[in-house]
Structure formats: C-alpha cells, structure tokens
C-alpha cells in the first residue's frame, strides 16, 4: 500500500532543504526522494575547480549560516558539498536515496500519485525541486551527429587536463563558459565561440549585486537597479587571471559541424578536437509530464510557485520564474519561506478539497 503524506518533495537539493526547514516548522508530514547517491544535489556533478560567485554569507540556506571561509575568499565547490552534508546531519531532513521519480500523476480526489522505483507515494501536494542539471542543453547545430571529436556538456566537465594540447572550442558566453575556458585555455588551444560578444561585470561586483538585481526585477524596483543578471560574468580570480592573459576574445558561432571539425559563418573549414558545450540547461521537468501541465516553452506556468494547471504542484529552485534568485542558496531559503506559508494556507482551505 502506498504511504501517505501532505507533502512529497522531488529531489533532495539545496531546495528540498530550504522547503523542509519550513515545512517541519509547519507541522506538516513530508518525504523527500532524491535520486542523488549522497547530499549536494547538482553540486556533486560541478568541475573541480569550480568557485561560488558570492562570499558565504550570501550563500547560506535558512537557519544554519554557511560557514566562512578560513580566507575570506568564495566557497568551492568542495566547501559548498560540506556544508550541505553538514546541513542534512544537523536537520535530519526525511530524505530516502537514492529514489528516482518516475512519474507524477492525479490520483482522483486530494492526491497525488508519486510512482518511484521505490514503490508508490500519494500526497496532498508535490514539492519539485529537481533542478536543472539533469537537463543538459545542447544547441541542435547541423552536422553535430558526423562530429567523431570529443563532446562534453558543462554538466559533465571535471578538469582540464584531458584537453591537453588539443584543438577545443568553448561554446557559450555565461559564467560557465567564461571559467572553462580560463582553466582550458592553460593547456589548450582553445576559442571561445559566443552568441553576441560576453558582458563582464565590473571586477568590484559579485553574486552580491546579481542577487539583488534579481530580486528587485522581480519586486518591479529595477529601475533603480543597474542593469544585468545571472548570465553576466563575475571576475573570479581565474577569469581575472584569464582576461590579464589576453584570453578572452570570443568568435561567433559556426554554421556546421564536419566529421573533424566546424564550418564558419565565412565558409571556412577548421579541424578541432573537442567541443566544451557550455549552453546552460533547461528545468528538469519530465516526471510531471503526465500532468499535462509542461507547455510549449517548456516550463511550466506558475502563479508564484504553485502551477497554475495543477495547483497541488508547486516549483522551487529552477529559475527565476518560480521566485526570484531561487536556483541560488540564498535565494532557494527565501522563496521556500513565503512558499510553504501559501501552501500550508492552501492545504488548510476548503478550495483545495475537490
Ligand atoms: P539540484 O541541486 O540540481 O538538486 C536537484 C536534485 O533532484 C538532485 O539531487 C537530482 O539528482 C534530483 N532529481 C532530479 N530529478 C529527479 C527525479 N525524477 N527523482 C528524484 N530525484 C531527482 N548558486 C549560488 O547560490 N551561488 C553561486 O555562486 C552559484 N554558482 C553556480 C555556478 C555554476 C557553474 C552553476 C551551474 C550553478 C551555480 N549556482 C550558484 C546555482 C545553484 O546553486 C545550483 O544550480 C543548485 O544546485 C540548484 O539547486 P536545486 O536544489 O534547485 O537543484
């Protein structure tokens, strides 16, 4: 027989954690599935020398500040893995792994039916918080098929040293691509190949500032806001050091991909070895198709973070279309406050007994 709760949370990232801090206050049942093997959630998978963008007092999640750093400088990726594992062994969140979500569905009446590989769940509401690094986005450029080069994605990039001496693009102008192509460049002969020309900020701003930009787009008060977001490029010392290098001039894209290498806008054919895709990602949103709530742009229509054709769904983390900054840390604790404030409201009301 299915076990029952008010709350089922998809994926045991930092957002399951933000919503289970709120959610154990408010009394209500809740599990979380995550199919991760260990804590950390998409911060197990980034490249070893990968760095936050904000010291670690932006970076926290609620109740249990991130610890600085013995310097001062931003967490790594390592100091991040930490204190998630330390934050699950302080809270003990009801976190089964690894459980994938296979499927979500309507099971009639108040709930809903999660079907895992772990057997089923029903619920009241589901909490997705799946993240986006499941979704790797790869543009869909002629020829990529006959490509009999290396390939990877950014999801899966550790360190540089495989492309050692090797001909690379690095394709994508965000964050991602800029600190790739710092470490590559050492060892490669690399080209970063960008859609527009990269904007950098200014080398005395941080995730501080996106952070807040962030969140006062979303609360209409841009205006007196500079402008920029998430997608800018933030001066860590590797992308410093980079640019001090004279490394970061960017092409646009090629046109077609041969079984050696690439085609430029000009025609010109170019062997190369490897392609760094460094093109982002999309939420990570199947397990909810069965719904039928994933539209055409592929995501899916909230009115805050509750979908609107499925109100017993609700999304955190993802994006800033589901709260602002709330694929952050920092930003994931405060939407995840207001949010299971509205949720327990919405359980406890007589429209959601249909
Ligand atoms: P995830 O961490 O991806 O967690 C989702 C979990 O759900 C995973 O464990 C996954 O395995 C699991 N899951 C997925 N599908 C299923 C399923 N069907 N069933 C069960 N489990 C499932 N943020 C900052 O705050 N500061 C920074 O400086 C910063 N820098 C970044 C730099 C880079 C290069 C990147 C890529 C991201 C950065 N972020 C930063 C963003 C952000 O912190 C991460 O993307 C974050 O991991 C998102 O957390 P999440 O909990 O939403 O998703």
Not at 130 to 138: L, N
Not at 157 to 165: E, L, R, S, T
Not at 174 to 188: H, K, P, R, T
Request: charged letters at 15%; proline letters at 7%; one cysteine or more.
């Amino acid at each position: 027989m299915a076990e029952q709760f008010d709350v089922v949370i998809v994926g045991g990232g930092q957002a399951a954690l933000a919503a289970s801090y709120f959610l154990r206050r408010a009394g209500l049942t809740y599990v979380i599935l995550d199919n991760g093997a260990q804590a950390g959630g998409a911060w197990v998978h980034g490249w070893d020398s990968l760095h936050l963008f904000s010291p670690a007092s932006y970076s926290s999640l609620p109740g249990w500040p991130m610890p600085d750093t013995p310097d001062g400088s931003y967490p790594t990726r390592d100091e991040v893995l930490d204190y998630l594992r330390r934050y699950e062994a302080r809270y003990t969140p009801p976190i089964r792994r690894p459980v994938t979500v296979g499927r979500v569905e309507r099971a009639g009446g108040k709930f809903l039916n999660i079907r895992t590989n772990a057997g089923d769940f029903l619920s009241r509401a589901v909490i997705g918080a799946t993240g986006t690094w499941s979704a790797p986005f790869i543009p869909d450029v002629a020829g990529h098929e006959f490509f009999g080069g290396t390939q990877i994605h950014s999801a899966h990039y550790q360190i540089p040293a495989p492309f050692a001496g090797r001909r690379v693009l690095v394709v994508g102008g965000g964050n991602s691509g800029a600190q790739i192509l710092a470490e590559v460049s050492l060892l490669a002969n690399a080209t970063w190949v960008t859609l527009q020309d990269p904007v950098f900020l200014p080398d005395d701003v941080d995730g501080r500032v996106l952070f807040e930009r962030a969140t006062a787009r979303v609360l209409g008060n841009a205006g007196a806001m500079p402008t920029g977001g998430f997608g800018d490029i933030v001066m860590v010392p590797p992308v410093r050091a980079a640019r001090e290098r004279g490394v970061f001039h960017a092409v646009r894209p090629f046109v077609r991909m041969t079984a050696t290498g690439v085609v430029w806008p000009g025609g010109q054919e170019e062997a190369i070895d490897a392609i760094i895709w460094c093109t982002g990602f999309r939420p990570a949103l199947s397990a909810f198709a069965p719904l039928d709530v994933i539209e055409p742009d592929g995501l899916i229509h909230v009115n805050g973070q509750q979908a609107i054709r499925e109100p017993r769904l609700w999304l955190l983390g993802y994006g800033s279309w589901c709260g602002p900054a709330s694929a952050t840390l920092l930003g994931a604790g405060r939407v995840a406050r207001s949010m299971i404030r509205q949720l327990t409201d919405w359980l406890a009301s007589p429209t959601q007994d249909v």
